[in-house]
């Protein structure tokens, strides 16, 4: 049972590089496949049943439109009726232009109302009549007296609303498409690596292991698939082998008893210890069991807690508006973006005192309990009828986002390889930019159907749901490292000593986070409003933020690392969003809105990967004077999230003064100007390096 030799003719085809890069790439491919097929699927069982619920929409909601416009119109006929029996000639009635302008004020669905004789001559009219109206879209009413017909009331249906109320369905049918195919996805891809793909890893690692000699461990899988089936043979295997070394180191034991001469006896003994150092056994049933676990066991309870999260944020401005309660001399704006600031505020205070805690309690048991104060803040904002009231449970409902946060990172950090440490990360921030898009679209048609009260409590059961989704994906040990301690003073010190490091938080981290909190979560869905747009249109609005970020990161991270000029990519993405803040003003329109969205969301991602890269670059040099890359990097988070919290505060503070077009205005000509202080910046460290 020795090592196979490697044949040199077969070259590198055999390398361990080789073979991995196969295997990633037969995994991808699978993966591809099946989320093809997938899409295809929800494409086509969606396409179906949104065609057929539109028709029947549509059916249905035109015979009642008109049912009430001939409700709605007996009763005008009546009243004309009972004037007319009165005596009164119906060409002779007064008050008839404020009587049927009040019919079209109290029916909206109206776009005319008249009264004809019964040979067709008008006599009475208001509002606008279609030039060639359909029967279907106008209603002939007789009016009638002692029994006889002396005139028409004639009522025309405004239908055309109606179709675009069946215009807007399409555009939540269309969104729903989009989200229902992410949500799929991001679901069967990690449904994939946990099940299928993490499991034969483990297998086959194990089984390599077997093949050289090692048979101490057992796969810890119970079920019934081709998985658990070459799991369980493979068991039995390595139990029979450590049964028959057992049986044979029994009989060596027996033999080399009854032997008399003591050079057979050290044969003996030569061969059982010979195989013992050669292979590694153990005790039959006293096998380790090694159960397949990955950083992507949390994806789908951190996708759905982030989805929770995500579905209140094109509404939340707009739901502290309504339960807003004057706080001393605070202005209305101000007041408003006080929840998101202290939110953010307690998401910074919980994340260290999360790290220090979830190596007793572990990344399961912090992860379960991150959710009840999130789950009670949702519940409670749903509940309040003040200010002061919502921003309490808000910030409740921040203790339990940055536990949260934690955990997960936590326990991707816990097991990843250490060569996949990236890939593992990657996975985590895949759920983030994955609930970023899904959570605004389906949190404006929620509202819109449900109410801003109703649609938090359905976000408070869905982190419940992700809960539940833990305590079955998330493993149960408690593996604990050995945490960086909380950094000294000097350390501070230090790292703001290095002068680029301070110039990239100031002069983009910061701004950046500014556009993130202040515009995405505070002020977009406010100006959206203010433009007349509907929640479901303000969700699609900053689903295009998300889908932004989604198409560019990737594109930007490679970038930054192929070109080696990650400042470049810092700057490119600065211009873009100062250009994102200013398109409003230039259009002036919800389509100025979208288009700001879709730039600002390819500004952050164009910087967020580079900016990291940077900073790695500045803690590599930092080891040189004794400043760990740990400190480097938590002080890079922590002024980011400083700026997060500020974000809804300042943005407030500048619309008390103008309005949400002139605000973003002024935030785009501050990020113009940083942006013009880091590149200058980066030109005058490029020309210390040219040599004189």
Not at 120 to 126: I, M, R, S, V
Not at 537 to 566: E, H, K, Y
Request: charged share 15%.
């Amino acid at each position: 049972m020795s090592d196979a030799p490697i044949d040199p003719r077969r070259g590198a085809a055999d390398s361990p590089t080789s073979v991995a890069g196969d295997e990633q790439r037969l995994f991808r491919g699978v993966i591809v496949r099946l989320a093809l097929l997938t899409a295809g699927l929800l494409l086509l069982a969606q396409g179906v049943v949104s065609y057929v619920l539109a028709i029947a929409f549509e059916d249905s909601l035109l015979p009642e439109i008109h049912r009430k416009a001939e409700v709605a119109g007996g009763l005008v006929t009546e009243q004309i009726s009972y004037a007319v029996a009165l005596g009164i000639p119906l060409d002779a009635l007064v008050g008839m232009d404020e009587f049927l302008q009040g019919v079209l004020d109290r029916n909206p669905d109206f776009t005319y109302v008249g009264v004809t004789t019964s040979d067709g001559a008008e006599l009475y009219q208001h509002g606008t009549r279609a030039s060639a109206a359909r029967s279907a879209d106008s209603l002939e009413l007789p009016i009638l007296a002692d029994g006889n017909t002396v005139g028409f009331l004639h009522v025309e249906v405004r239908e055309g609303a109606v179709r675009s109320e069946l215009a807007g369905l399409r555009f939540d049918i269309v969104t729903a498409f989009l989200v229902t195919l992410l949500i799929g996805i991001e679901l069967l891809v990690a449904f994939v690596v946990v099940r299928i793909s993490g499991p034969i890893r483990l297998a086959d690692r194990l089984i390599v292991r077997g093949a050289k000699g090692d048979f101490l461990y057992r796969i810890g899988l119970r079920r019934r698939d081709e998985v658990g089936h070459v799991a369980r043979a493979y068991n039995a295997v390595v139990q029979r082998v450590n049964t028959a070394f057992a049986m044979l180191t029994e009989e060596a034991e027996d033999a080399r008893a009854v032997q008399i001469d003591r050079t057979i006896q050290q044969r003996i003994r030569d061969v059982v210890t010979g195989l013992g150092e050669r292979f590694r056994f153990t005790a039959p049933g006293l096998e380790r069991t090694v159960v397949p676990r990955s950083p992507m066991d949390v994806r789908i309870p951190l996708f759905l807690f982030m989805l929770a999260q995500e579905l209140s944020r094109p509404f939340l401005p707009l739901f502290f508006g309504d339960v807003y309660t004057p706080i001393g001399n605070l202005s209305r704006e101000l007041t408003i973006g006080l929840p998101f600031t202290t939110f953010m505020v307690v998401v910074l205070i919980a994340t260290p005192i999360a790290g220090a805690i979830t190596d007793s309690l572990g990344p399961r048991t912090l992860f379960i309990l991150g959710i009840l104060p999130s789950v009670a803040g949702h519940i409670g904002a749903a509940l309040s009828s003040t200010i002061i009231e919502a921003l309490l449970w808000w910030t409740l409902a921040g203790l339990g986002y940055g536990t949260i946060f934690i955990a997960a990172q936590t326990y991707v950090a816990h097991h990843a390889e250490s060569s996949r440490r990236a890939v593992g990360m990657t996975g985590f921030t895949g759920a983030f930019f994955a609930a970023f898009v899904c959570g605004p679209a389906m949190g404006g048609i929620l509202a819109d159907r449900l109410g801003y009260r109703n649609t938090l409590l359905v976000a408070a059961a869905m982190a419940l749901f992700a809960a539940g989704a833990a305590l079955i994906a998330v493993d149960r040990d408690s593996h604990t490292e050995a945490r960086p301690r909380l950094q000294s003073m000097r350390s501070w010190r230090r790292v703001f000593s290095q002068r680029e490091f301070v110039v990239l938080t100031l002069f983009s981290a910061v701004p950046n986070k500014l556009i993130l909190s202040g515009l995405y979560f505070f002020l977009l869905p406010l100006f959206l409003a203010d433009l007349g747009n509907t929640q479901s249109n303000i969700g699609r609005v900053l689903m295009v933020f998300g889908i932004a970020c989604i198409a560019i990161t990737p594109l930007a991270a490679s970038g930054a690392d192929r070109s080696g000029r990650p400042r470049t990519f810092i700057v490119l993405g600065g211009l873009m969003s100062g250009l994102g803040c200013l398109l409003p003003t230039l259009i002036g329109s919800t389509a100025g809105v979208v288009a700001a969205a879709a730039v600002l969301g390819s500004g952050q991602a164009l910087t967020t990967a580079p900016q990291l890269a940077v900073v790695q670059r500045i803690a590599e040099r930092g080891r040189s004077f004794g400043l760990g890359p740990g400190a480097v990097v938590s002080a890079f988070r922590t002024i980011e999230r400083v700026g997060t919290a500020a974000g809804a505060l300042a943005v407030g503070a500048v619309v008390t003064f103008v309005g949400y077009g002139q605000a973003m205005l002024i935030i785009g000509i501050v990020v113009f100007a940083c942006t013009v202080c880091y590149t200058l910046f980066g030109a005058a460290q490029a020309s210390k390096r040219v040599p004189a």
